[in-house]
Each structure stands twice: as C-alpha cells, then as structure tokens.
C-alpha cells in the first residue's frame, strides 16, 4: 500500500540543481510530506518537510503543488556527495507508532562529475 | 546525527544464541525506535518506545523483545537468533520540533 511512488533513479551533474519528484496523491489531510535521504551503509539522514507551503533549509527546498498530490525535492547544487537513495514520505506529524516511517524503494540519485 | 550510538557495530552470531543490541543517545528524547533493513524491504519498524519503561510493538517484532529502563538506553534483544534476522539494524529517535527522525549508524548482524 505504497503512499508515495517515485521513479526508480536520475542522474545530474555535479554542481547543477538535482529535482527530485514524488507523487502522493492519496495525502490526508493531516500528513506531511517528508522527504530523507540515505548514503551507502549510512543511516538514513532527515532532509526537510513541509503541509503545504513551499519550504527551504540549508539542504534543500520542498516544492509542494497546491492540490497536495505531487511535491519536488530540490538540491541547488548537487555535489558527488549527494549520491545516494532519496525516499519520499507522508506521515502525520505526531510522533508514535502511528508516524512510523515506511521507506519504499526512493530514487537512486547519481550525480557525476 | 542527535547524539546516537549503537553497538556493537557489527557482529557475527550463531543461531540459536541470544544477542543484544544497544542504542544510545545523549539528548534525552522521548521517543525511540528499532527499524531492520532488508534488500527488498526497505527500512521495518521492530518496536518502538514512548518513554521510560513504555514500548510497543512494530509490524515485524516477533522473535525480538526491547527494554528501556532510562531514557538514553533503548534495547534491542533477540532471544535465540535465527539466520532470518541477519540484518542491518537501526536505532532512531524522534526530533522535538517536527516528528522527524534521526538514525543512528547502525548495527550490521550476521547470524550463521
């Protein structure tokens, strides 16, 4: 019952923006979209997430479409370092069990030289 | 990284032995998770802990139990290991602000 589908890999090179796309288009109204990330053999590491208004940190930027469904992960400027599996999730933002994160497969990115 | 350890990093077990794996963190969050990760798979939630003593179960806790008698430690313990736990295990606790997560290293187990 995967609540978010993501195309399976993309490439960019290396000091371009890298847009990550993912769809949710069964998003209640209550969840947010949260989007990690996880390097080879690392732990996966929390990137950003937003309800329904654009957002942006030091990592990243969350574009969300108004009607909720879609949302866009934007790395500004992809360095090799950023190679890694980029998972996309919806989850209420209360914590438990209820908010446990279930990664799907995400989407491999690789950026070259 | 919110101050996450586990341990051992790697180890190698029998079946049959009993085997515990320990998270750590130095942040005093409440909440506490144990996930395996599997090709395939994707990241699984084991149990999860809500506070001191409180803990409940995730979709794949049979064959695990965890215990948490202060708030840094959370434990993570399978009691006769079998070849279909060889897994990567992550440690994860829930940030203050946004219910978002932070993972530990993981511990990479092997049971032969």
């Known amino acids: 019952d995967a609540k978010t589908t993501q195309p399976p890999s993309m490439d960019c090179a290396e000091g371009r923006a890298a847009n990550l796309p993912c769809n949710h288009s069964?998003?209640?109204?209550?969840?947010?979209v949260y989007w990690y990330r996880q390097i080879h053999s690392q732990g996966p590491q929390y990137i950003i997430h937003?309800?329904?208004n654009n957002e942006t940190n030091e990592m990243a930027s969350l574009i969300i479409t108004e009607d909720r469904k879609s949302s866009t992960l934007i790395l500004p400027h992809a360095t090799l370092r950023d190679t890694a599996v980029y998972y996309c999730?919806?989850?209420?933002?209360?914590?438990?069990?209820?908010?446990?994160?279930?990664f799907g497969k995400g989407i491999t990115l690789s950026v070259r030289p | 990284d919110a101050g996450i350890t586990q341990s051992p990093r790697h180890k190698v077990t029998e079946t049959g032995t009993p085997v515990t794996l320990r998270c750590h963190q130095t942040?005093?969050?409440?909440?506490m998770y144990w996930y395996r990760q599997d090709p395939g798979h994707g990241l699984r939630l084991i149990h999860y802990?809500?506070?001191?003593?409180?803990?409940d179960k995730g979709e794949v806790s049979d064959g695990y139990s965890v215990s948490r008698s202060k708030t840094e430690d959370f434990l993570l313990t399978l009691e006769s290991a079998t070849s279909s736990q060889t897994s990567v295990y992550f440690c994860?606790?829930?940030?203050?602000?946004?219910?978002?997560?932070?993972f530990g290293p993981g511990t990479r187990l092997t049971v032969t």
């Open positions: 994860a606790i829930t940030g203050r602000e946004f219910n978002e997560q932070y």
């Open positions: 802990s809500y506070g001191v003593k409180d803990t």
């Open positions: 942040e005093n969050h409440r909440y």
């Open positions: 999730i919806v989850r209420p933002q209360a914590p438990g069990a209820n908010s446990k994160l279930t």
């Open positions: 069964t998003i209640s109204g209550n969840e947010y």
């Open positions: 937003g309800l329904k």
